[in-house]
């Protein structure tokens, strides 16, 4: 057994771990061997950085993950953000929803994100979202804390979340396809 926890943030104000009792069991994981996700040393702000930086990630995208289908919707930048939403499907039903955005805060970017299961309860309390401060850009890669975008070429794009406990993370790779519709 991996881990019964994801960790998506781990410099949030409560130092948020989200339990996800069985989610890694049921699905089962493909994990990179490389690691593709950093953090902020202690102290470090996150670089200058516009949403024109991540405008690639603009799009429809889907591909495999936990066992099941993972799908993305990207908006173009738009007043100061850039929304999406995500849903992983296994056995055609949904297991879980996240809503979010990229937003540029103190001349860097963010990225935070609420989950909810699939009738739409909310995982996180009322006002409480999970954040990702940027760590670094290059060109076709984005790095927040634990969350690396990459652009292979314009129809995909790996992304790269750190998920475990403390001490025992792994990073858990979402090949995605753009969906032409």
Same mark, same amino acid.
């Given at each position: 057994?991996?881990?019964?926890?994801?960790?998506?943030?781990?410099?949030?104000?409560?130092?948020?771990?989200?339990?996800?009792?069985?989610?890694?069991?049921?699905?089962?994981?493909?994990?990179?061997?490389?690691?593709?996700?950093?953090?902020?040393?202690?102290?470090?702000?996150?670089?200058?950085?516009?949403?024109?930086?991540?405008?690639?990630?603009?799009?429809?995208?889907?591909?495999?993950?936990?066992?099941?289908?993972?799908?993305?919707?990207?908006?173009?930048?738009?007043? #100061?953000?850039?929304? *999406?939403?995500?849903?992983? %499907?296994?056995?055609? @039903? !949904?297991? &879980?929803?996240?809503?979010?955005?990229?937003?540029?805060?103190?001349?860097?970017?963010?990225?935070?994100?609420?989950?909810?299961?699939?009738?739409?309860?909310?995982?996180?309390?009322?006002? #409480?979202?999970?954040? *990702?401060?940027?760590?670094? %850009?290059?060109?076709? @890669? !984005?790095? &927040?804390?634990?969350?690396?975008?990459?652009?292979?070429?314009?129809?995909?794009?790996?992304?790269?979340?750190?998920?475990?406990?403390?001490?025992?993370?792994?990073?858990?790779?979402?090949?995605?396809?753009?969906?032409?519709?």
């Amino acid at each position: 057994m991996l881990s019964q926890y994801i960790v998506f943030n781990r410099h949030s104000r409560n130092n948020t771990i989200m339990k996800l009792p069985f989610l890694l069991l049921i699905f089962g994981i493909s994990l990179s061997s490389a690691q593709k996700t950093q953090q902020l040393n202690k102290g470090q702000a996150s670089p200058i950085a516009s949403l024109e930086d991540v405008a690639w990630i603009a799009g429809h995208w889907k591909g495999e993950a936990f066992g099941g289908i993972a799908e993305e919707i990207w908006s173009p930048p738009l007043g #100061e953000s850039m929304m *999406f939403v995500f849903r992983l %499907l296994h056995d055609g @039903k !949904v297991s &879980f929803y996240e809503v979010g955005h990229i937003r540029e805060v103190d001349n860097s970017l963010i990225l935070q994100l609420k989950h909810f299961s699939g009738d739409l309860k909310g995982w996180e309390t009322k006002d #409480e979202t999970v954040d *990702f401060k940027l760590v670094k %850009l290059q060109e076709n @890669k !984005v790095f &927040f804390e634990g969350f690396t975008m990459e652009k292979l070429s314009k129809d995909a794009i790996n992304v790269y979340v750190l998920v475990g406990d403390k001490g025992k993370e792994e990073e858990v790779l979402f090949k995605y396809e753009r969906v032409r519709n």
